[in-house]
C-alpha cells in the first residue's frame, strides 16, 4: 500500500494506538509552526549553497510530457556558450532525461525517485553534492512530471517555471490552482501546435492564471521555433544577473 | 497530496516538543489546514494516528481547523470571501488581490501532560 494516503495499518501500530490514557494535569502552548519545516529548513540550506555560489536556481515544473527536457536542449544549444549550466533531473524511473542533457554538453545529476512523485529538499541537497557549483552559473531542476505534489515542496530555487503545453487544455491554470499560483514564469509550450489544436487559447490561460491573483508573466514557446525562445532566454538572462548582485 | 508525510513530520515535531517540556504524553492538536495547502484535511486526519502509533502522541485527539480562502484587493482594498480557483476581489472584480487566508498548514496549539511523578 501507499505511503500518502494513511492506508498503511499494520496490526502493531493499530493496538498501539489504541493505547489508554494516564491521569494528569493539562498544559497548552501555542505552537505555531509550519508543518512542512523539516523540508523548508533543507531548502533554505540548499538555496544559501546556491546563494553562495553566486548561482541562479530554477524549479522547472510540469505536468508528464509537457516539453521541460526538450526546453532545456534548446536553451543548452542557445545559452551553453553564454552561461554555464548544470541540471539536476528528477523521475521515478530511468536516466532519459539526464542523458539527453549530458548529450547537449551539460553536467546532469539523475534522481531516480522509485516512488515519489516530487522532488523534496533532501533529494536536492544530496544531488548537490555531485556537483561542483563553483563552475556554474544556472542550475536548472527539471522536478517529476506532476501538476500536484511538486507545488508543496520548497527545493532550495530562486524561481518557479511552470510550463503548460498546448495540447493540456488552457484551463489547468484554474484545476491547479496551487501550482500555478507557485509560477514566476508560465511557458506555453508547443505552441507550433495551435493551427491543429484551435480550441486551446492562450488568452483563456492567462485570464485562468490572472484569476489566481498570479502576475507572473506569459510567454508563448516552441522548441521548434527559436525567436519564440527569445524572451524565456531574455528573462533567464535578467534573473541570472539579479542573483550574481545579491 | 503527502498527507502521511505531513504526519509524520507533525508526530516528529510533537515528539521533540514532548521531550523539550517533560511532557509524558500529548493530549490533543489543533492544525490550520487551508485549501490552498496542497493538503487535504480528511486525508491528514485519517493519516495522524498511524503515524502517531508508539509516539508520545499515539492517543492525542487531532482537532483541524479549515480556514476559509479570503483576499485583500490590492486597487480597492476590500477583504473579501473567494475560492481556490478563483481569487479575484468580489467587491470591484479586480484580479489583483493578496490571500489574507487559505494556504495555511499549521500546527496551532498543542496539550500535553508532564509526566506523572513530577511534584508541584
Not at chain 1, 9 to 25: D, F, S, W
Not at chain 1, 37 to 47: C, L, Q, S
Not at chain 1, 125 to 138: P, Q, R, S
Amino acid at each position: 500500500m501507499c505511503d500518502t494516503c494513511g492506508c498503511n495499518v499494520t496490526p502493531g501500530n493499530r493496538e498501539r494506538a489504541n493505547a489508554p490514557l494516564h491521569e494528569g494535569g493539562v498544559t497548552a502552548v501555542d505552537a505555531l509552526a509550519g508543518l512542512l519545516a523539516e523540508n523548508d529548513h533543507v531548502a533554505a540550506h540548499n538555496r544559501a549553497h546556491f546563494d553562495a555560489h553566486g548561482v541562479l536556481a530554477v524549479n522547472l515544473m510540469s505536468a508528464p510530457g509537457s516539453g521541460k527536457t526538450r526546453l532545456l536542449e534548446a536553451t543548452l544549444d542557445a545559452l551553453g556558450g553564454r552561461f554555464r549550466i548544470a541540471v539536476v533531473e528528477g523521475d521515478l524511473e530511468t536516466e532519459n532525461d539526464a542523458e539527453r542533457i549530458r548529450a547537449h554538453g551539460a553536467p546532469a545529476v539523475q534522481i531516480t525517485t522509485g516512488t515519489a512523485c516530487h522532488l523534496d529538499a533532501h533529494l536536492v541537497h544530496d544531488a548537490l553534492h555531485a556537483l561542483d557549483l563553483d563552475g556554474v552559473d544556472i542550475v536548472f531542476v527539471e522536478n517529476v512530471g506532476n501538476l500536484v505534489c511538486p507545488a508543496s515542496f520548497d527545493l532550495g530555487q530562486h524561481r518557479n517555471v511552470v510550463l503548460l503545453s498546448v495540447p493540456e487544455g488552457d484551463d489547468k491554470p484554474a484545476k491547479y490552482p496551487v501550482m500555478f499560483r507557485a509560477a514566476d514564469l508560465v511557458l506555453v509550450t508547443k505552441c507550433d501546435l495551435l493551427a491543429v489544436l484551435d480550441e486551446f487559447s492562450p488568452e483563456r490561460a492567462e485570464a485562468a492564471l490572472r484569476r489566481l491573483a498570479n502576475p507572473a508573466p506569459v510567454m508563448r514557446v516552441s522548441a521548434r521555433d527559436p525567436e519564440s525562445l527569445a524572451p524565456w532566454f531574455e528573462w533567464l538572462a535578467a534573473e541570472r544577473a539579479a542573483v550574481a548582485t545579491r | 497530496m503527502h498527507e502521511f508525510s505531513v504526519a509524520a513530520a507533525l508526530v516528529r515535531q510533537l515528539a521533540r516538543l514532548a521531550a523539550e517540556r517533560g511532557a509524558c504524553a500529548v493530549e490533543r492538536v489543533t492544525l490550520e489546514v487551508g485549501p490552498l495547502s496542497g493538503i487535504e484535511p480528511a486525508l491528514l486526519a485519517r493519516a495522524f494516528p498511524l503515524a502517531a502509533a508508539g509516539t508520545p502522541a499515539a492517543a492525542a485527539a487531532l482537532e483541524l481547523r479549515r480556514v476559509p480562502v479570503r483576499v485583500r484587493c490590492r486597487e480597492c482594498g476590500a477583504e473579501s470571501a473567494a475560492s481556490p480557483d478563483d481569487l479575484s476581489c468580489r467587491a470591484c472584480g479586480a484580479w489583483r488581490t493578496a490571500l489574507a487566508s487559505g494556504d495555511e498548514l499549521l500546527l496551532r496549539t498543542v496539550e500535553y501532560r508532564l509526566e506523572e511523578d513530577s511534584h508541584v
